[in-house]
T-cell receptor, first 115, second 114 residues
C-alpha cells in the first residue's frame, strides 16, 4: 500500500471562494485520482490527474470548476472554484502504483463545508 | 453496463453477532476485479480485499470472510463475531481490466450495537 496524506483535513468556506486541496504520497505512483463523496452518497470520480499534462475529467465535471495539477509522481492538487453549498462533500484522492490490475488506495479525505 | 448493487442500505446488529453484507455486480467482461472498502466515521476509505474474476476461491482474514460466486455475480462479505469498531459504511466496487475506473456501489451502513 501507500501512505497518502491530504491537506486540509477539513474546512469551512464561504460561497464564491475557492479551496485548493493537496494530496501527497510517500512514494512514486503511476495514477492519481480525485473523487467526490456528497453527504450520504457513494464515491464519484471527478478526474484522473495526469503527470505533466491536463487531467482527464469525467462527465459532469469541468476544468474551470475543478482545476487539477500534478507536477510530479507523488503530488497533486484539486481546486474547488467559486464554491456553492452544493460543493459540500468529502473530497478524496486515490493512487495506484502500476497497471489497471492494481488496487487503488485512498487518502484520508478532505471534508468541505460551504456556507 | 457496469453496475454494483448493494441492496442493504443500513444494517444494525448486536455485538458478537455475525453479519453478511451483500454485493451483486453486472458485467459483460470476462476479466474484472472486485473490491471491498471500509469507511469509518473518520471518512477515510480503507481497502479490505481485492478479488480477480478468475479466482473464485473464498478468502478468510481473521473475522472477515468473502464469498465470491460468479454463477450469481455476487461477492458477499461476512463479519463474524462483530465488534463495535466494525461500525462503518462498507463499499463494494468493480473494475474492468481494460479501464482505470472503479464503479462503487452505494454502500451499506453497518451499526454494531453494544
Amino acid at each position: 500500500s501507500a501512505v497518502i496524506s491530504q491537506k486540509p483535513s477539513r474546512d469551512i468556506c464561504q460561497r464564491g471562494t475557492s479551496l485548493t486541496i493537496q494530496c501527497q504520497v510517500d512514494s512514486q505512483v503511476t495514477m492519481m485520482f480525485w473523487y467526490r463523496q456528497q453527504p450520504g452518497q457513494s464515491l464519484t470520480l471527478i478526474a484522473t490527474a495526469n503527470q505533466g499534462s491536463e487531467a482527464t475529467y469525467e462527465s459532469g465535471f469541468v476544468i474551470d470548476k475543478f482545476p487539477i495539477s500534478r507536477p510530479n509522481l507523488t503530488f497533486s492538487t484539486l481546486t474547488v472554484s467559486n464554491m456553492s453549498p452544493e460543493d459540500s462533500s468529502i473530497y478524496l484522492c486515490s493512487v495506484e502504483r502500476g497497471s489497471s490490475t492494481d488496487t487503488q488506495y485512498f487518502g484520508p479525505g478532505t471534508r468541505l463545508t460551504v456556507l | 453496463a457496469q453496475k454494483v448493487t448493494q441492496a442493504q442500505t443500513e444494517i444494525s446488529v448486536v455485538e458478537k453477532e455475525d453479519v453478511t453484507l451483500d454485493c451483486v455486480y453486472e458485467t459483460r467482461d470476462t476479466t474484472y476485479y472486485l473490491f471491498w472498502y471500509k469507511q469509518p466515521p473518520s471518512g477515510e476509505l480503507v481497502f479490505l480485499i481485492r478479488r480477480n474474476s478468475f479466482d473464485e476461491q473464498n478468502e478468510i482474514s481473521g473475522r472477515y470472510s468473502w464469498n465470491f460466486q460468479k454463477s450469481t455475480s455476487s461477492f458477499n462479505f461476512t463479519i463474524t463475531a462483530s465488534q463495535v469498531v466494525d461500525s462503518a459504511v462498507y463499499f463494494c466496487a468493480l473494475r474492468y481490466d481494460r479501464d482505470d475506473k472503479i464503479i462503487f456501489g452505494k454502500g451499506t451502513r453497518l451499526h454494531i450495537l453494544p
